[in-house]
């Protein structure tokens, strides 16, 4: 049978068992397509250079130690240790601010930690010490929309073979100076660009002594009620370039994220089991956000493909984040790292080995970095927060009814708080076992502040649904399952 005479005999019952039916799911919408890039979001990621991300790395190195346990040194040499490195970083943001007219809001996050207070790592901490955490704040335009924050992060501080040593080298190229500079370089090219919504551009300390820094700056965001809907933590973004590592993949950098929320309550944990929502917490929807962003602004046959690698866990095996502290308070967080470690080049003393040896050079150096690498992740970061920035607020109040047996799904929302003119919304789903969103569906808004309702030919039992709101310029915000 040719094949005319075949699509022909799929529509009669005889031919039904050779035919290969479509599920509902795939018939009632479209696949998934990446949204065109903003031109001017694209035109602020060209400002990103390698060559400033180079310097910004090497001038952290020559603070010789940023161990967060010498800013308690007293006679350390003029311009070496972490209060020096801290001053530094707080000189960049300013200058930043200089050049966009006094657009960002610098500040310091100073206390003190006291291993008295006790602890899992209290035994990083020998005595009280200062720490301090330098950020700066680009407000939101629109008033009401202003107060949704989106947060891009980095530790400045370093260690090498003895996370007590206050004192020694610890030049901390790849861990972390490399996310230090991405949040440097998200800041100077995002603060050329105004946002209806905040941007937060952060290096914190005390992550080697165990997240200490990052827990207090996600505590006092608590404690303030930021409306903090994600937070980005570039931690190892160098792209290793150790002689002889053929593994090494640079078109990717993999985003790892919790799946079942840290804060998740008994109650809420029963519930996420019995819908099968396991891998839809908000930082997984911030995860699937970045690979969106990466495919409209990095798409694969472009000049220079760049595509995020979803790692559905909350970290490596036997390391740990900035994330997590964000995780803790209830924010939505993920991990960004380089493919392929190299852990002769962390937590390692500087070591050359002699002459004639086949040793491996050992210590966090900048030889080992690759600058344009690290450039192609803070694109990707700034694409991602300005893309954020951009969109309408999440749909609030976002339920299914599952009232009836049907095999039909209704979803009902309300619009985002201060929602404008030419927002609509896309209807997504995915087969229960993909691990990102395969099809769409576009509605427009209902009446101002009501109720949005859209039912669909789709039994709920085969996919999980979600729904995020879209601008007219086509700014997608993270997406809300019901």
């Not at 207070?117 to 005595?127: D, E, K, V």
């Not at 335009?141 to 501080?157: C, E, F, N, S």
């Not at 914190?204 to 820094?213: P, R």
């Not at 929320?261 to 970045?290: F, I, K, N, W, Y």
Request: proline share 6%.
């Amino acid at each position: 049978m040719n094949l005319p005479s075949t699509i022909l005999a799929c529509g009669l019952a005889l031919a039904a068992p050779f035919c290969q039916a479509q599920p509902d799911y795939a018939l009632h919408a479209a696949r998934v397509a990446p949204a065109k890039p903003d031109p001017a979001i694209a035109k602020a990621l060209q400002t990103i250079t390698a060559a400033r991300i180079e310097q910004t790395i090497k001038t952290l190195v020559r603070f010789g130690t940023r161990n967060t346990l010498s800013s308690m040194e007293t006679d350390l040499p003029r311009g070496q240790g972490i209060n020096a490195a801290a001053d530094w970083i707080t000189e960049q943001f300013e200058q930043i601010s200089k050049q966009c007219g006094g657009c960002l809001e610098v500040r310091r996050d100073v206390f003190i930690a006291n291993p008295a207070q006790g602890g899992a790592w209290a035994g990083r901490i020998p005595q009280p010490t200062r720490i301090t955490n330098v950020y700066a704040i680009l407000q939101g335009t629109d008033p009401v929309q202003a107060k949704r924050m989106y947060l891009v992060t980095g530790h400045y501080d370093s260690r090498n073979s003895n996370v007590l040593d206050a004192r020694g080298a610890a030049p901390g190229a790849n861990d972390d100076g490399s996310g230090v500079a991405v949040s440097l370089e998200c800041a100077r090219a995002l603060s050329k660009m105004r946002f209806p919504a905040t941007l937060v551009f952060v290096a914190v300390a005390g992550e080697e002594q165990g997240l200490f820094g990052s827990a207090h700056l996600a505590h006092l965001a608590r404690e303030q009620d930021w409306h903090l809907e994600a937070v980005l933590n570039n931690d190892i973004v160098g792209g290793n370039t150790t002689p002889g590592d053929r593994l090494q993949l640079k078109d990717r950098v993999r985003v790892f994220s919790e799946g079942i929320p840290a804060t998740a309550t008994a109650a809420q944990m029963r519930r996420l089991l019995a819908l099968g929502q396991l891998s839809d917490s908000p930082s997984r929807e911030l995860a699937r956000a970045v690979a969106d962003t990466a495919r409209s602004y990095f798409p694969a046959g472009s000049g220079s493909p760049f595509s995020a690698f979803l790692v559905f866990r909350p970290d490596r095996y036997l390391r740990g984040g900035d994330q997590s502290s964000f995780n803790d308070e209830g924010f939505a967080a993920v991990r960004l790292t380089e493919w392929r470690e190299d852990y002769n080049h962390q937590h390692q003393n500087v070591v050359y080995p002699a002459a004639g040896s086949h040793a491996p050079i050992l210590g966090d150096l900048p030889q080992f970095v690759d600058f344009h690498y690290v450039a192609r992740v803070a694109r990707l970061n700034a694409a991602t927060l300005a893309t954020l920035a951009s969109a309408p607020g999440q749909p609030r109040k976002v339920t299914i009814d599952v009232r009836n047996l049907e095999n039909t799904t209704t979803l009902r929302w309300k619009a985002p708080a201060g929602a404008g003119a030419g927002v609509h919304y896309e209807v997504l789903w995915r087969e229960t076992t993909a691990p990102d969103w395969q099809f769409v569906k576009t509605v427009e808004p209902g009446k101002p502040g009501g109720i949005v309702s859209v039912t669909l030919p789709i039994s709920k039992d085969n996919v999980i649904f979600g729904v995020r709101s879209v601008d007219a310029a086509g700014h997608r915000s993270l997406a809300v399952v019901p």
